[in-house]
Nanobody
Framework: QLQLVESGGGLVQPGGSLRLACAVS????????IGWFRQAPGKEREGVSC????????KYADSVKGRFTISRDIAKNTVYLQMNSLRPEDTAIYYC??????????????????WGKGTLVTVSS
């Protein structure tokens, strides 16, 4: 059964850093795109970042550009989200997602077929 398992969430002060990890069962190359979405209480789900396994191309939400970096370790079947200069508004549950659809257009959440259970990130002093 295909699974995505997130880790690395926690409590961090504003300006701090966290690195989220998404462990993929099987090979990450089985998917066309792997991404991170987040949802804060009372807010809509938001696409944060995505990486294409075709060419390694990356995409970011405007709200995180320059602060977050998505990367992958193919040998470890793991995708990472390095989050720097964290702000209270980054507080949310972060979900790892994946799709095998070759025509997926980010940040369409409905196009992501597989979702992890999420990891909570809290940015607070």
């Amino acid at each position: 059964q295909l699974q995505l398992v997130e880790s690395g969430g926690g409590l961090v002060q504003p300006g701090g850093s966290l690195r989220l990890a998404c462990a993929v069962s099987g090979s990450i190359l089985d998917y066309y795109d792997i991404g991170w979405f987040r949802q804060a209480p009372g807010k809509e789900r938001e696409g944060v970042s995505c990486i294409s396994n075709d060419d390694g191309n990356t995409k970011y939400a405007d709200s995180v550009k320059g602060r977050f970096t998505i990367s992958r370790d193919i040998a470890k079947n793991t995708v990472y989200l390095q989050m720097n200069s964290l702000r209270p508004e980054d507080t949310a549950i972060y979900y790892c997602t994946a799709t095998k659809w070759p025509r997926y257009v980010w940040p369409d959440a409905l196009g992501m077929e597989i979702w992890g259970k999420g990891t909570l990130v809290t940015v607070s002093s």
